[in-house]
């Protein structure tokens, strides 16, 4: 088995410099390329470049002032991203990453897949309490994690402890499988600590099924199945603003919540290193911040950013979590409890 | 006396093309699933020496399988056993209304994506579903879609209409000869059950319920959303935990290989179980059916009822949703757009797939066939593993493994579209085959020594002879290809771009910016294109 595997590498790296020669052929349409406007590869998660995301008119935007074409390559999530970049290696596209986020910096970082931004972050005026210096990374949104439930059917809990101890019914997301769920596996750590198995127990009583997404609880929850969702503090303001309705409300926790900061980096094997720098920097611009709260539905990075009526509504929680360092370091720990203490 | 006339058969078949172009589909076939399980093994991330020998000893890992083999096992048998009656019913009672469109409508079950499939089940049978109060009466009380009940009902509806379509067309197999015997013979009830009938099913059944096994230990979103939790979770799900969140290859790869193992074991003794029988041609012009018994007549009816409502009402009752907020939020043009998209590559794909099972079932010949004397070519005993073994494998390792390996050589972002029809094609291959074997098995019995005695030209004999026999097979082989490459979400997830995005992904866009009613017209959408592609593809 060794020997095939041998043989097939050797083969493969005959095929390897073949591909070299290949690519000087190639040269000269390389040059007729880049005569034409500059090209900005941006990788993100699809929700963000769909219809419905911030993507085509951040796009429209930043082309009116940059004359550049900005394109969009799109994975699933945030997860996946990382994945695309993780692959690709050397031979990536990417020149900006937007979409990862405070729980899979680490992991970026030690993957090598990302460069400093170059930019002062003391001019970009992000928000205090984010206390922003990383020299790689600039955040472009945030969200909190909370509990999203119906004001026409249920009177609000004001704590995770109340919740647990209550008979409602939960629906929440695999955090083996999306970001809201991992972001729950964060906050339950953050309040329960070395009681965390206690209180997953308690939630497994609590807990109408588990999905894979986000669609598919929300979906679910909006059909009546359950009276709580895990989902985003920023929610509601999705159904006050599109859908005029006031009937969706997240609950505040005394406890806090755990908070989930979107960010964005110039990518390492990027030649459009100023453009790149260009289109972070418009990111967190007041245009570009307004455009995203209203279509991401997460709130700005940026202070002072005018919105919407109906995010003075949404509940204000207080942060609470872990660095991205002790993140990357126990998230399997932390999967592996909770998957025991709910399977049983 | 037809072994004389068997000659020219054989040295057509010895002829170096048809050898040479196998042997280049099933090192195609081979070595796609061979090159992408390669490239996960060479892929270096922390690797743990200690894992294989952990997992092994995790009890949580034995509960895994053991819930995986459980809910495939009895999603298989209850799918089938509901199937049989009905099945028969449609081909022996002739006033069943809307057969055609009501066996359309089963193949569309396949391209439901499974959030509109769980929505739909909810909103029936869900803590809110209007059939709740019902069971609940009837119950007193206990009611809960989730769980083991909730996976079983998504996984029935979703695999009953697959063995409905293949067992009545083999129960229309059967001729009209055979049953005039039959009933000359005065062979009523049971026995006539066992000689007639019997052989006929006994073909296809342990496939069947091999291959709706399979597909039942691959489900995974279904499991978790209807299972209640991570208690009922598949394989699957670590499989995806391992690629995707943990990006941990080896692990994925261990988990692939023993799902490999334990499904792929399970698969052939269920097939050994099975064998082709053969079955007199089916004589053209009219056929006839022997009558039923009234009390017969009315099981199969009222089967024909409760299927039918269950199959159907799921979809109806996200109507309410899909329309509620009106057309206008629909992005049309998008929806135009993703939907041609869709079409091209369903159509490729479906029709490679169609080829290829053509061929492949062409020459993967059993002992029967052949005679104890001659000795099967080793190429004609892979091909039935090159066809079937891409159920097994789970289509994230393929996909992935596959990105992996060509990521130096193919620029992806110019080539993905490439690699989805393919992919696609493997995805719909075996389907393909095993539903297209006995029929090609059935010429081949009686036909085929008798045409090649009139020594055709190659081109002449296929277009004229071959054909126009296997039509309504291949037509059917098809449809099924059709919808399930139309249905394709995990595929188009790695290898698709923006520019041409397909249905199931604008779906679940839809779904992921809180466009839930749009998702579910699109869904809608989704359904009613597949169902129109069924209709002109089996048009008579």
Not at chain 2, 31 to 50: K, N
Not at chain 2, 141 to 157: E, M, N, P, Q, V
Not at chain 2, 377 to 403: E, F, K
Request: proline share 5%; charged share 15%; with cysteine.
């Amino acid at each position: 088995m060794g020997k095939v595997i041998l043989i097939m590498k050797q083969c493969l790296s005959s095929f390897k410099s073949n591909v070299k020669w290949r690519g000087l052929l190639l040269l000269p349409l390389f040059f007729v390329g880049s005569l034409s406007a500059a090209t900005l590869n941006v990788y993100t998660y699809s929700s963000f470049t769909s219809d419905w995301g911030p993507g085509p008119k951040l796009k429209r935007a930043f082309e009116e002032q940059c004359a550049c074409e900005l394109k969009y390559i799109s994975s699933d999530d945030g997860v996946s991203l990382l994945n695309r970049l993780r692959l690709e290696g050397k031979n990536t596209k990417a020149d900006v990453v937007v979409g990862l986020d405070d729980a899979l910096i680490e992991e970026a970082r030690n993957l090598k897949l990302v460069q400093p931004h170059g930019l002062a972050l003391a001019t970009l005026k992000l928000k205090s309490e984010l206390d922003w210096q990383a020299a790689d990374f600039v955040p472009f949104d945030l969200g909190y994690f909370a509990f999203v439930y119906d004001s026409e059917k249920t009177q609000p809990v004001t704590s995770m402890a109340e919740l647990l101890n209550s008979d409602a019914r939960i629906i929440y997301q695999d955090p083996r499988t999306s970001t809201p769920g991992q972001g729950l596996l964060i906050w339950m750590q953050a309040i329960y600590g070395d009681k965390t198995s206690e209180a997953w127990q308690k939630m497994r009583q609590r807990t109408v099924t588990v999905t894979k997404g986000w669609s598919e609880a929300y979906n679910l929850f909006l059909q009546g199945e359950a009276d709580y969702v895990l989902s985003y503090s920023s929610s509601p303001a999705y159904h006050l603003i599109a859908e005029k309705s006031d009937r969706y409300a997240a609950a505040l926790f005394s406890e806090g919540h755990a908070r989930q900061v979107e960010v964005a980096a110039l990518a390492r094997h990027s030649n459009q290193l100023e453009l790149g720098q260009k289109f972070l920097t418009f990111l967190l611009s007041e245009e570009a911040q307004q455009i995203i709260a209203v279509n991401n539905w997460m709130l700005p990075a940026r202070e002072g950013v005018e919105l919407p009526e109906a995010f003075s509504q949404l509940i204000q929680p207080k942060a609470i979590g872990f660095t991205p360092e002790d993140i990357h370091q126990k998230r399997q720990a932390w999967i592996r409890e909770w998957r025991s203490a709910v399977s049983r | 006396m037809f072994k004389h006339f068997s000659l020219p058969r054989l040295s057509f078949l010895s002829s170096s093309f048809p050898s040479l172009s196998l042997g280049l589909l099933l090192a195609l076939l081979l070595g796609s699933s061979g090159l992408a399980l390669l490239a996960l093994t060479g892929w270096q991330t922390s690797p743990d020496a200690g894992f294989w020998q952990e997992l092994w000893q995790d009890p949580w890992f034995w509960q895994v399988l053991k819930f995986t083999l459980w809910q495939a096992l009895l999603s298989s048998f209850i799918s089938v056993l509901l199937a049989l009656p009905l099945a028969r019913a449609l081909v022996m009672d002739g006033q069943l209304p809307a057969k055609a469109v009501f066996l359309r409508w089963c193949l569309l079950c396949f391209v439901m994506p499974s959030l509109i499939l769980i929505t739909g089940l909810v909103a029936m049978f869900g803590y809110t579903g209007w059939l709740t109060p019902l069971l609940n009466s009837i119950l007193g009380k206990g009611w809960s879609l989730y769980g083991l009940t909730g996976i079983l009902l998504a996984h029935i509806f979703l695999n009953l209409p697959l063995a409905l379509r293949v067992l009545s067309s083999q129960w229309a197999s059967i001729p009209s000869s055979v049953w005039q015997m039959a009933a000359q013979l005065h062979l009523t009830g049971w026995r006539r059950f066992l000689l007639v009938e019997w052989p006929a099913l006994r073909s296809v059944l342990p496939a069947l319920l091999g291959f709706i096994f399979l597909l039942c230990f691959n489900s995974f979103a279904v499991v978790l959303a209807l299972g209640g939790g991570p208690a009922a979770t598949t394989l699957e799900v670590a499989i995806f935990q391992a690629l995707k969140y943990n990006f941990n290859p080896s692990e994925a790869l261990f988990l692939a290989v023993t799902q490999l193992l334990v499904a792929g074991s399970l698969f052939w003794l269920f097939s050994r179980w099975g064998k082709l029988e053969w079955l007199a041609p089916a004589s053209a012009g009219q056929t006839w059916r022997p009558q039923t018994s009234r009390f017969t007549l009315w099981i199969g009816r009222f089967f024909y009822l409760f299927i039918a409502l269950y199959l159907t009402l799921p979809v109806l009752g996200l109507l309410p949703t899909a329309v509620g907020k009106g057309l206008a939020g629909l992005p049309w043009l998008k929806l135009f757009k993703a939907s041609g998209w869709s079409l091209l590559f369903a159509l490729i794909a479906s029709l490679l797939a169609v080829l290829m099972a053509l061929q492949l079932s062409w020459v993967s010949r059993i002992k029967q066939q052949v005679g104890a004397q001659q000795k099967i070519s080793w190429l004609s005993r892979l091909a039935p593993v090159a066809a079937l073994h891409h159920l097994i494998i789970p289509g994230m390792v393929l996909s992935v493994g596959l990105y992996i390996f060509f990521m130096p050589f193919i620029n992806w972002m110019d080539w993905g579209w490439l690699a989805i029809i393919w992919l696609n094609a493997l995805i719909a291959l075996p389907f393909s085959f095993s539903q297209l074997k006995p029929a090609v098995f059935s010429y081949q019995a009686n036909y085929q020594r008798l045409a090649a005695s009139l020594g055709l030209p190659f081109g002449i004999y296929w277009w004229r002879v071959v054909l126009p026999y296997l039509r309504p097979a291949l037509k059917r082989v098809a449809a099924i290809s059709l919808v399930l490459t139309l249905g394709d979400f995990a595929i188009f997830g790695i290898f698709g771009q923006p520019e041409y995005t397909t249905l199931p992904w604008l779906i679940y866009e839809l779904a992921g910016s809180y466009q839930l009613a749009a998702a579910a017209l699109a869904s809608l959408w989704l359904l009613g294109l597949a169902f129109v592609g069924l209709m002109l593809l089996e048009r008579k």
